[in-house]
C-alpha cells in the first residue's frame, strides 16, 4: 500500500448522548419562559433562541479531519478550522511513527489541542477520537499528532516511507 486515506468525525454515542443532554436544559429553560404569561419574548426571540442553541451545540458535528500519506509527505485538514489541505514534506520530517497516547493528560481531550495549558513539550494533537495517533517530530523541533482509526494501515505506509526521511 502506497497510500493512506482516513476521515473522521465526531460520531461516538457517548458524545451524542452528553450533547442531547446538555441541549435539554436550555430549551426547556427558554420554552418555560415563553410559555409564561408575563414572558416578554416574542414569536421571533423565541424561534431564534431556540434556532442558536440548537446550531451551536450541534456544530461539533461538521467537524472532520482528514488524513493522507502518499510519496510527497502528510497531508491533513481538520475542518472548519483549516479551510484547505495543510502539507508536511518527508524532508520536513525528523521522526514519524504510529503511538499510543493518552488524549486527555497528554493534550487536554480530542480536537485540536496542545500550546497554551497543556504539555507544550508535546506539540500539537489534532484528534477525533481514540488514543492512537501518527507522531511527527519536524526538524525545525515542532511536533504534531495526528489521530488515526487506522492504525495497522498507517504503521504499513509509513514504513513504505522511511526511506524518505533524511
Known amino acids: 500500500m502506497k497510500i493512506f486515506k482516513e476521515e473522521q468525525q465526531f460520531t461516538q454515542s457517548w458524545l451524542i448522548i452528553l450533547i442531547t443532554i446538555s441541549i435539554i436544559l436550555p430549551i426547556t429553560l427558554i420554552i418555560k419562559e415563553y410559555m409564561k404569561e408575563s414572558s416578554t419574548m416574542s414569536s421571533t426571540e423565541f424561534i431564534l433562541t431556540l434556532l442558536g442553541i ?18 510527497i509527505g502528510i497531508h491533513y485538514q481538520f475542518f472548519p478550522f483549516h479551510l484547505s489541505m495543510r502539507k508536511i514534506t518527508w524532508t520536513e520530517i525528523n521522526k514519524i511513527h504510529v503511538r499510543k497516547y493518552e488524549p486527555i493528560s497528554e493534550y487536554g481531550g480530542w480536537g485540536l489541542k496542545g500550546g497554551f495549558f497543556w504539555n507544550k513539550g508535546k506539540g500539537t494533537a489534532i ?6 495517533g501518527i507522531q511527527i517530530e519536524l526538524k525545525n523541533n515542532k511536533k504534531l499528532l495526528i489521530g488515526t482509526k487506522k492504525k495497522r494501515e498507517a504503521k504499513h505506509v509509513l514504513e513504505n516511507y522511511q526511506y524518505k526521511i533524511n
Open 54 to 71: 440548537t446550531l451551536s451545540i450541534t456544530f461539533i458535528f461538521f467537524f472532520k479531519l482528514t488524513t493522507r500519506i502518499d510519496e
Open 127 to 132: 484528534n477525533i477520537s481514540g488514543n492512537i
